[in-house]
């Protein structure tokens, strides 16, 4: 099936303070994509973010961000009663705050820990199984994160040592001592997972597919690292022995140093990829169709030294990636419900890797004019159609900011194409939606005809991202959501 989405982070949803939630907006989002034809919704990670707002270097590759929890539902549930809202911290719903989000996650956690006593017991029940069914990687990320929260967000490395390291009686101490902080980091995971089911049944009683986004690699300061040490590329203190990046460029002369260690690939191999399978599955259940981000590194990737500072240094490394997903592939009978992020300089063996297992990749049409006529990303040198389109991503400009920084020659390269340029973000996605692609997904900014104001997010800057919300309710929007779709079902989608 050909599809048109619209990519939109859950955090840009408009109406609650400080965050977007899975809560009436999201419903309301997804009613607005079915009723005008629109059959897929991209995301980013819904993990919690870093300190500086990013998903893609979360705390925990398997929690859900306790920002997006909706209290109105909990209220509605009988899990709290009216009152706990009131006493929660007010603020703005224009731009993403997450000292306010993470202020409000925190008092609806005391609350559910506070009310958790008193609830039915088939309620109380039903939580005690999902705890035991999810303890594989719910038990680590509690401790990690209320340890956290007691080390004023310092690294797990600088916590005392028995900690630090996992001592078993350090551990039986602190689910003594923070039972009840561990426990309503537990029930703000239980709920965020129940709330969520129900959007992803919405969407798909809709019929709109629910696109996700998996980083490769995950965060050197992450619940991951600390409990599956073994896997990583860290020294017995926790330091970086080799890490991520990649090589200098025309982009860059240094290259790009990620600081996430590398995977320690003879130990994931030795259980057959047990701690891939785990982190896959539950990301799956979480979403219709997931991306894999740095999908090249699956063949070969860019090591650095540990200790270094920039990515110059490193060297290229074959990784068992056909190994894992075949392993994937036994397990989803073949249908694997991946996409292959494959951006940038991709050798033949990536896209022997994408095509062996019918995986579609990726093209940027905000990287297409650069007056080469075999640019790979020019809709006419589509070959086949395992493709999705994006106009832009969350880390391009918006299409009105990238028209109007764009060179002569880019512009004039763009307008043989389609004609005088008088709206990119349309006339782009018209692009998009018109090319072989099975899959034409456009940022929500682009349909908005909103400027570089509304970009999300600025690869290698540290100020200013992943803040934009719509600063609208969902019903405003119906015009360009109607526009988009009476366009797609014009090209068949």
Not at 194 to 200: A, D, M, T, V, Y
Not at 272 to 297: G, P, S
Request: charged residues 20%; neutral net charge.
């Amino acid at each position: 099936m050909r599809r048109a989405g619209v990519l939109l982070h859950a955090t840009a949803l408009p109406g609650t303070p400080g965050c977007g939630s899975f809560g009436a907006a999201a419903f309301q989002w997804i009613d607005a994509l079915a009723d005008h034809g629109i059959k897929a919704w991209q995301l980013l990670p819904l993990a919690p973010t870093d300190s500086l707002g990013s998903p893609y270097s979360s705390p925990s590759s398997f929690a859900l961000n306790p920002w997006f929890l909706d209290g109105p539902a909990l209220v509605a549930e009988g899990l709290l009663e009216a009152g706990d809202l009131q006493a929660l911290a007010p603020g703005g719903c224009e731009r993403l705050d997450p000292q306010l989000a993470s202020q409000r996650a925190h008092q609806l956690g005391q609350a559910l820990l506070k009310r958790h006593g008193g609830w039915p017991a088939d309620q109380r029940e039903a939580f005690a199984r999902w705890r035991q069914q999810e303890a594989a990687w719910l038990v680590d990320h509690c401790r990690f994160a209320v340890l956290r929260e007691r080390h004023g967000a310092q690294p797990w490395w600088q916590w005392p040592q028995p900690l630090a390291r996992r001592q078993t009686s350090a551990l039986r101490a602190l689910d003594l001592e923070q039972a009840d902080a561990l426990l309503a980091e537990a029930l703000l995971q239980w709920q965020l997972q129940l709330q969520w089911e129900r959007l992803l049944q919405h969407a798909r009683h809709r019929g709109v597919q629910v696109i996700g986004d998996l980083p490769f690699y995950v965060a050197h300061d992450s619940a991951d690292v600390w409990s599956n040490r073994a896997l990583f590329s860290v020294n017995a203190a926790g330091a970086l022995q080799q890490q991520s990046g990649v090589p200098p460029d025309y982009f860059s002369e240094t290259g790009q140093l990620w600081g996430t260690p590398v995977y320690r690939w003879t130990l994931h191999r030795l259980p057959r990829f047990r701690w891939w399978k785990r982190r896959l599955q539950r990301q799956l259940a979480v979403f219709d169709l997931l991306r894999i981000d740095h999908f090249r590194a699956l063949a070969a990737a860019w090591i650095v030294p540990g200790g270094d500072l920039t990515a110059e240094h490193g060297v290229w490394r074959r990784t068992p990636g056909a190994s894992l997903l075949r392993h994937l592939s036994r397990q989803w009978r073949g249908a694997l419900p991946l996409i292959a992020e494959d951006l940038g300089v991709i050798t033949p063996d990536v896209e022997a890797l994408r095509d062996r297992y019918r995986l579609p990749g990726m093209k940027i049409l905000q990287f297409a004019f650069d007056g080469n006529p075999d640019n790979a990303y020019l809709p006419q040198n589509f070959q086949g159609s395992r493709w999705l389109v994006y106009t832009g991503t969350h880390d391009n400009a918006t299409c009105l900011g990238w028209w109007q920084n764009a060179s002569q020659q880019m512009r004039h390269q763009l307008e043989e194409l389609i004609g005088r340029v008088q709206a990119p973000g349309w006339q782009l996605a018209e692009l998009a939606l018109s090319s072989a692609a099975d899959w034409a997904v456009v940022p929500l900014q682009d349909l908005l005809q909103l400027g570089d104001e509304a970009r999300f997010n600025t690869p290698g800057t540290t100020e200013g991202n992943w803040q934009w919300r719509l600063n609208q309710p969902i019903a405003g929007i119906a015009g360009p959501l109607l526009g988009y779709g009476e366009m797609a079902q014009r090209y068949g989608r």
